[in-house]
């Protein structure tokens, strides 16, 4: 299977969850932004989450279906239709070869996703098929591309009922290398204050900005490079807190205030310009229990899946549904 791209927004990759295990060599994980749409698109079409699917940045495209496939929408809300009909986003949907589907602009968030049944079969490096731009590895999808698919699954039409994740919100943190080398005051100013996502933003990371004075650590231009990782909040010489994103580097010098939850990066990822933020510190133990919660809940994905009904009105090609099928007697 293969869908054809006709046209395509500036910033979409294909991502999977990652690579991992090559920080020593200089290379970040990457892979989705937002990992728990990966999910939520494998629940959809009942494939692995470890499938490669077509990460969009703000804006999709227009593509074009060569053979009958199956696909998802799911990640940050976009206008979408095939052939004209209004496409349910956080559903699965057939295409039919030489269908088009089209996806503009995201209404809510960030970064919205196309999944593909069975996967996107794009080359794989060492051992995932995600794009990493800043390591240059692989490129964007371009107009003319097509991308391959592993398989169609069968069981499609099914809607998923999505979180919201896609305007801020409270993001829990856990103490990093350098908490303590901010004062009480300041950890409580940063604990208190409502921080919003500036412009400066892409897959390495996102800036924060707000009202009043910067953050500053004691003795901040001492510290060495030490290891970084995705969910670390750095502060830089300007006080603007920077939270890290998939294609972080992998070393860093500026003291890190804390570190955002595994569990909240999708919400660090979909929060649009200009939303709101706070920071809400918790214990070790209370970090390791959320997370369990979390990964339980990515588990049970496939169980809340439920038959997606769909307006008639939207439906173009209405006639060509076999509505009733058998015979209908008032006697027999």
Not at 283 to 310: F, K, N
Request: with cysteine; hydrophobic share 40%.
């Amino acid at each position: 299977m293969s869908l054809r791209v006709l046209k395509i927004g500036p910033a979409c990759t294909v991502q999977d969850q990652g690579r991992t295990g090559y920080l020593v060599q200089g290379l970040s994980r990457s892979g989705a932004a937002d990992q728990l749409a990966l999910h939520e698109g494998a629940a959809l079409l009942g494939h692995s989450p470890s499938c490669a699917a077509l990460e969009m940045a703000g804006m999709g495209g227009t593509f074009e279906a060569a053979q009958p496939m199956n696909i998802a929408l799911t990640g940050a809300p976009m206008q979408a239709s095939i052939d004209g009909s209004p496409a349910v986003w956080n559903a699965s949907h057939t295409l039919e070869a030489g269908q088009q589907l089209v996806i503009g602009a995201v209404m809510q968030g960030n970064y919205g996703y196309l999944h593909i049944g069975g996967g996107i079969d794009a080359p794989e490096f060492l051992g995932s098929r995600s794009v990493h731009l800043t390591a240059k590895v692989g490129r964007v999808v371009q107009a003319g591309d097509v991308l391959s698919a592993g398989s169609r699954i069968a069981d499609v039409g099914m809607k998923l009922r999505s979180d919201d994740r896609f305007t801020g919100g409270v993001l829990r943190v856990v103490a990093s290398f350098q908490t303590s080398l901010f004062d009480q005051d300041t950890l409580d100013r940063f604990s208190q204050t409502t921080f919003r996502r500036g412009a400066r933003a892409n897959r390495m990371g996102m800036q924060l900005d707000s009202d009043g004075e910067g953050f500053a650590a004691k003795g901040q231009l001492n510290i060495l490079s030490e290891v970084i990782t995705p969910g670390d909040i750095q502060m830089t010489g300007t006080g603007n807190p920077f939270i890290l994103l998939p294609e972080c580097q992998t070393t860093g010098g500026y003291p890190r205030i804390a570190t955002v939850l595994p569990c909240d990066l999708p919400r660090v990822a979909q929060t649009p310009a200009g939303g709101q933020i706070r920071f809400e510190f918790v214990s070790m133990d209370q970090a390791v229990a959320l997370h369990a919660t979390y990964l339980a809940d990515l588990e049970r994905l496939p169980g809340r899946v439920e038959p997606l009904v769909r307006d008639p009105h939207d439906i173009l090609d209405l006639l060509s549904y076999q509505l009733i099928g058998g015979m209908i007697s008032a006697t027999d």
